[in-house]
């Protein structure tokens, strides 16, 4: 009888209850995470920015006889962005966190791996330039590039390539000035913005495209033969439409495509199937004037091959999705009612039919931004979460089963004595 029941008491002891593998981290400001990645080393690593508060106590002497520059002093003491680093291991410990500290306020969009397991970090400056970084596994910085036009810019994305450069994907007010060749020609109120820059950091070329209209590049995707699919957000006074556009390798426009409709349409991300086709998560307004998510797929010659409003209960949106090995695609973003808003984990067939759906949160406002599909299927996600009685966001990790479960810490054996 000893001896079953120290055998019961280890038995539950291994299959203790772990804790969820859920990490919030709280600092002072409003802090998001934006992107997420799995490493070579298979810990993840999240990207967003965390707000600082700068405070140049040398000028409080200064004399100041221009009211603007006064002014521009007391917005340089004021808390900024700065581009934020936080890469996590199995057992959901943090074992790095690296801010940029840049000279100037920046905020971060995308990260994409080297093949040295460091990372390029794509985003902007809170003033209007696009920047790019590249850092080593330690996130020390190799080298940093800002970039555009002599207007305000502002990335959406920037996605990896099979070169091991990047494209960043953004918009740029137009510019009417006879000496910025680039934009002398710009349509609407602002333009979609394509970089592409080499694994060096070189610019290979940049583009911009639009309509008469106010045009916003969101997201793309290289297909196999090196060309890429661009979405991008038509805005006409009150009304959102989005375009589709795919250009070759080097910038040069095969076609684009507008899709209108009576209720606003609000594109997310695109990726690329493995058959080639690709996959537009967008966002659209029902008769209720609530968010709902619809999927489009399309493939290269600009063809519909399937197109699904996934109707649910409460406002939804899928602000990234992936797909699996076995065809099924995996999303995250949010669900909303009047109350409350929380993360959103969503499981679909490959005829977009839902099989899932699970919401995560406080009773707050809480965000998934973006997602990785891991190397064992499991799913990290990394968003903001919002404390009880908080008007402040956290950044926020979570490590997801398939079955889009919250993932466990696994439980670390204790050595015996």
Not at 151 to 170: C, E, T
Not at 197 to 206: A, D, N, R, V, Y
Request: aromatic content about 8%; hydrophobic content about 35%.
């Amino acid at each position: 009888m000893h001896y079953i029941l120290t055998l019961i008491l280890l038995t539950s002891f291994l299959y203790a209850k772990s804790d969820d593998f859920s990490i919030v981290i709280n600092e002072p400001f409003s802090n998001a995470l934006v992107d997420i990645t799995e490493d070579y080393d298979r810990d993840i690593s999240a990207v967003g920015f965390i707000k600082k508060y700068k405070n140049n106590q040398a000028k409080a002497d200064t004399t100041y006889t221009n009211a603007f520059d006064y002014l521009a002093s007391l917005s340089n003491n004021s808390n900024g962005s700065q581009t934020h680093l936080v890469k996590v291991n199995n057992e959901a410990d943090i074992t790095l966190r690296k801010s940029t500290n840049l000279p100037y306020f920046n905020e971060a969009v995308s990260i994409a791996k080297t093949p040295q397991n460091g990372y390029f970090i794509g985003g902007h400056t809170l003033d209007g330039s696009l920047l790019v970084l590249k850092m080593d596994s330690n996130a020390q910085t190799i080298f940093h590039k800002t970039f555009g036009t002599a207007n305000q810019d502002k990335m959406s994305k920037m996605i990896p390539l099979r070169d091991g450069g990047v494209l960043a994907i953004g918009s740029s007010v137009v510019s009417r000035s006879p000496n910025d060749n680039l934009f002398e020609s710009g349509l609407g109120l602002s333009d979609i913005y394509l970089t592409r820059l080499s694994k060096e950091g070189e610019i290979l070329w940049s583009k911009k495209y639009g309509t008469l209209k106010d045009d916003i590049g969101v997201d793309a995707a290289e297909a196999d033969d090196g060309s890429f699919m661009v979405i991008g957000q038509i805005s006409e006074k009150k009304s959102k439409s989005i375009t589709i556009l795919r250009i070759t390798q080097n910038g040069d426009k095969i076609w684009i495509k507008e899709y209108k409709n009576e209720k606003n349409l609000t594109p997310h991300k695109i990726i690329k199937l493995r058959d080639n086709n690709f996959v537009i998560s967008l966002s659209q307004n029902d008769d209720t004037n609530k968010e709902q998510i619809r999927l489009i797929k399309i493939d290269l010659q600009k063809n519909i091959l399937q197109d699904k409003m996934i109707q649910t209960t409460y406002a939804s949106v899928l602000k990234d999705i992936k797909e699996f090995s076995d065809t099924k695609i995996v999303g995250v973003g949010y669900v909303r009612d009047s109350h409350n808003t929380d993360g959103l984990a969503m499981l679909l067939d490959n005829k977009f039919s839902m099989l899932n759906q699970e919401h995560y949160g406080s009773d707050e406002h809480d965000s998934f931004n973006a997602l990785s599909i891991l190397h064992n299927s499991q799913i990290a996600a990394a968003g903001i979460y919002t404390n009880k009685d908080s008007q402040e966001t956290n950044m926020w990790i979570v490590k997801l089963n398939k079955d889009l479960s919250m993932a466990k810490i696994p439980t670390k054996p204790t050595k015996s004595k």
